[in-house]
């Protein structure tokens, strides 16, 4: 999502300022243990030190996107902004954790050591649904793909500083036209940013070697920054687990995607009510790997099968996948399998998957064209791995990536069964729908 930043309040900085002296008052002693930062636990919970139950702030002190009203702190530690209004609604706000709130989020970063960042897009009347979105930008992992190669937006913070407001395009998932995106037009939006290279799966907080940075190393800090975004989202925008009404579709694509059911249950932890309730959805926008080997086809540079591949990308980010998954294996690497981590994550929230089955990234990354003799091969497999998901979109040919991102993207699908027409009927308790086109 390219966004053009610009200044709408000359008073950010000052506004800023107000807000650390404000908010250190609301928050109680931390402490770091060298593994999280201070704010979310390790499973995704959320602490109650984030203020104190009947404190009341300026809403303005919580983020750029409040131009008044005033806040109150809930049982919970988390400020209630049902008074607060908007300053410019339709725009993102720029949120960096670890420059908001140092003490806590400082491990919240990119590959570089720069801050995680993500942009929220509150809903222009309050609104109890959330779109949640990571993004893509596939990896590295020094052995398939190296870190060197990484481009600079994928590998460090936006330029944008904490709270300012932009501009961002309205496409796909992300178009308010009720025409378009009926049921999510009206909706609070969350944009990550990818620049942790790791799936959204690593939560290191010292660097580890790195072609990527041969002299000090890379952070490989995907659980860590999703972690920090659910706290900030919870604490300061209204992200309200005790509402009944709170409703959240997880999703991502690409990497955003594996990203997505990495981070399922640790968002899911973070607001046990809805996840519980079924309040909590998984939209997976390709992100269905299978364990298909074939020695003249490998993934990337590597000169070994997948399953070796994600073992060393595993330990390489210092990562973990799903973790009733992981729990359940003799390796947990093989959780980066869709056959694998699929029935735990199904099994705990309602899961749509998006994938081509022959989709032109994963095989463009094992060098094998629709013309080659494995071609078949490829596309049984991921056929037939997908032949017992309930909720699924799956095109064939021409051959596609993703698709949330652009309007056609969520146009594509045969008439009366488009991804957004299925998306509407998962979202809103439909009957489970398998579209293979």
Known sequence: MPVVM??????????????????????????????????????????????????????????????????????????DISACTLASPGMFEEVKPAEREPDRFADARCNDGTAFDFRVRLAPHPSPIWVVYLEGGFYCDDYSSPCSTRPDNLKSTNPGTDASLANGDNQGLFNPSATVNPDFDDKNEVYAHYCSSDFWAGATTSRLPSTGDP??????????????????????????????????????????????????????????????????????????????????????????????????????WGATFDPDCEAAASDPSTCFMAPSWYPFVSARVPTLIQQCRFDQSFTSAHHLASTDASAASWQSEVTTSLATVPWLFSGSTPSYHTLLGSDAGFATGPTGSTLEEVLDRFWNGGAPERVLF
């Not at 709408?8 to 999280?36: F, H, N, P, T, Y």
């Not at 009341?56 to 109150?72: D, F, H, I, K, V």
């Not at 086809?297 to 990308?313: I, L, Q």
């Open 215 to 316: 002299t000090n190393g890379w952070y490989f800090s995907g659980h860590i920054n999703v972690d920090a975004m659910i706290a900030i989202l919870i604490e300061r925008y209204g992200l309200d687990d005790s509402s009944p009404a709170l409703r959240v579709l997880l999703t991502g694509s690409s990497a955003g995607a594996f990203g997505a059911h990495f981070n399922e249950a640790r968002t899911g932890a973070a607001i046990p009510n809805a996840a519980a309730a079924g309040r909590l959805m998984l939209l997976v926008d390709a992100g269905w790997m299978t364990d298909w080997d074939d020695p003249m086809h490998r993934m990337g540079t590597a000169t070994t099968p997948d399953a070796d591949v994600w073992h060393r990308a595993r330990a390489f």
């Open 6 to 79: 610009k200044s709408v309040m000359g008073s950010v900085a000052g506004r800023l300022i107000l807000a650390v002296l404000a908010l250190a008052a609301c928050k109680g002693s931390s402490s770091s243990d060298g593994l999280m930062p201070d704010g979310p636990t390790p499973d995704g919970s959320i602490p109650s030190d984030a203020c104190t139950a009947g404190q009341s702030t300026p809403c303005a002190m919580l983020g750029g996107s409040w131009a008044g009203g005033s806040a109150t702190c809930r049982d919970g530690g988390a400020w």
